[in-house]
């Protein structure tokens, strides 16, 4: 009689049909668990959304040439320094007018931020200032950087970014040292999108080429939703057709920006978080909302933030449809296109990530607020107290050892069986071999008591089985000591 595996099916069968598509190769690379890619089962589990934790202001926009309508920032962490631009612009107009200004700021340690004089534009009769790009309507409308990662790419082109209207088309800018910025080509490099938003663009690893997210609409012209749609290309000039963004079995909503970028720890999963808009839902009467933001074209509006994710291609999933980052307990983030996060999801210290957002938009007391959230902290699988467990789809790995990332109670626990395709223990690696854990750990390695080394099962084919009480796991890696 042959061996029937947990779910009573036929464990040689299953082994036989198993097939390469079956069998995902992650190698050593970290998964997190912000889509169900690499779940087949979860039984008395499920996946947890976790909220960022809501920090002090990081910058206000205080300068003459900033002001209450700045906005589309981007962070960058290089290296040591983190760097942030930002679309500087006192009053109100149309978009891509003149008094549009691309400010600078650095830091470095992503929690205090200084504005630099650097004296490359004369802006208000002035050359101390941090602008690093002006009088060069529309592109400091939405000037959004990135460092260019690419292997070979020169270094006069170190750092890219993309900036324009629908009127103008994207155009493409480069720099060495990511403040004195010039075009890579006069014409745009994409036409094909209304780009009336943050229009991002990066070196995909994943893929081997650059990937641009940008705003169209699902209508035609300014109609229907404000969506998103995707180009490629392999020199940042010659660009793909635009491709329509899809978002799964879910409604469509107004997403103001995308923000979308290869997770730094992970960059074969792309994080999205976009700015979701509700053009019609005042949390405010219209007299109250004007005591609030004297434009009246900024006070009927709401917004918060969602997460979504993509592994490349044109689909996000949307697993989680509630506010990733809510617009909170101040009446001023409860106004038209606030609470817009950053482009950048930045390494933070050893155990946190920080993330930026707008405050208080089109009012004198306009900043950017940090937040942290644990390093893969955006989605755990999480087990209650009674116990639950999570299976993985089967995969092969690379590596000597197997690290999680995860939370228990003093009461709660963890423990990992690793299994045939079929679902049957391997011996050596079964859960009556594994040592239990428990803790808050970053990066902590799993053990089992027969003491088999994992490199006896890299390239088969395995399946991961996480046993589990009152505990959270955000995500695990295979790799060697030194990793």
């Not at 994943?206 to 109609?223: L, M």
Request: proline share 6%; net charge negative; glycine share 8%.
């Amino acid at each position: 009689m042959r061996p029937l595996n947990a779910e009573g099916q036929d464990a040689a069968h299953n082994q036989q049909i198993a097939t390469k598509q079956d069998i995902i190769d992650i190698g050593s690379r970290l998964e997190l668990f912000v889509d169900p890619f690499i779940i087949n089962k979860l039984i008395n589990t499920r996946r947890q959304m976790h909220k960022p934790i809501r920090e002090k202001p990081a910058l206000y926009f205080d300068k003459e040439w900033e002001g209450k309508f700045s906005g589309y920032v981007t962070v960058l962490k290089d290296t040591s320094l983190y760097r942030m631009y930002y679309r500087g612009l006192p009053v109100a107009g149309r978009d891509g007018g003149t008094a549009e200004v691309t400010a600078y700021a650095e830091s470095v340690d992503g929690i205090h931020w200084e504005k630099p004089s650097l004296g490359l534009f004369k802006v208000m009769n002035s050359l101390e200032n941090n602008v690093v790009l002006a009088n060069t309507p529309p592109f400091s409308h939405n000037f959004s950087p990135f460092i260019d990662t690419r292997p070979g790419v020169p270094a006069d082109e170190r750092y890219k970014a993309l900036g324009g209207t629908e009127a103008s088309g994207l155009v493409a800018f480069v720099s060495a040292d990511g403040l004195e910025w010039r075009k890579l080509r006069e014409e745009p490099v994409l036409t094909d999108g209304m780009f009336d938003s943050q229009n991002v663009a990066f070196w995909s690893e994943h893929e081997g080429r650059y990937i641009c997210y940008f705003r169209t609409w699902t209508g035609k012209g300014y109609n229907g939703f404000r969506s998103i749609s995707r180009a490629t290309s392999t020199d940042f000039i010659t660009w793909s057709d635009a491709t329509p963004m899809a978002f799964g079995d879910t409604p469509f909503e107004h997403l103001y920006t995308n923000a979308t970028q290869p997770y730094f720890r992970a960059p074969h999963i792309y994080l999205a978080l976009p700015n979701r808009f509700f053009p019609d839902k005042a949390a405010f009467e219209e007299s109250e909302a004007s005591s609030l933001v004297d434009n009246p074209n900024y006070r009927i509006a709401s917004s918060d933030a969602v997460l979504m994710s993509s592994r490349g291609g044109t689909l996000y999933d949307r697993s989680f449809m509630e506010a990733f980052i809510p617009p909170g307990p101040e009446d001023r983030d409860w106004v038209s296109r606030n609470n817009m996060p950053a482009w950048g999801i930045v390494p933070g210290n050893d155990r946190e990530l920080f993330i930026y957002r707008l405050g208080h938009y089109a009012q004198a007391s306009s900043h950017l607020i940090r937040y942290r959230l644990r390093l893969d902290g955006f989605v755990s699988v999480r087990a209650p107290y009674s116990g639950g467990e999570m299976i993985t789809r089967p995969f092969r790995f690379k590596g000597s050892e197997l690290y999680l990332n995860f939370a228990t109670s003093a009461a709660g626990s963890i423990k990992v069986e690793l299994q045939d395709v079929s679902g049957l223990p391997i011996p050596g690696f079964s859960l009556e071999d594994a040592v239990e854990m428990a803790g808050d750990q970053i990066k902590n390695a799993v053990r089992w008591k027969s003491q088999k080394q994992l490199e006896s099962l890299m390239g088969q084919p395995v399946r991961m089985r996480v046993v589990m009480k009152d505990a959270d796991l955000y995500s695990f890696q295979f790799g060697d000591e030194e990793l």
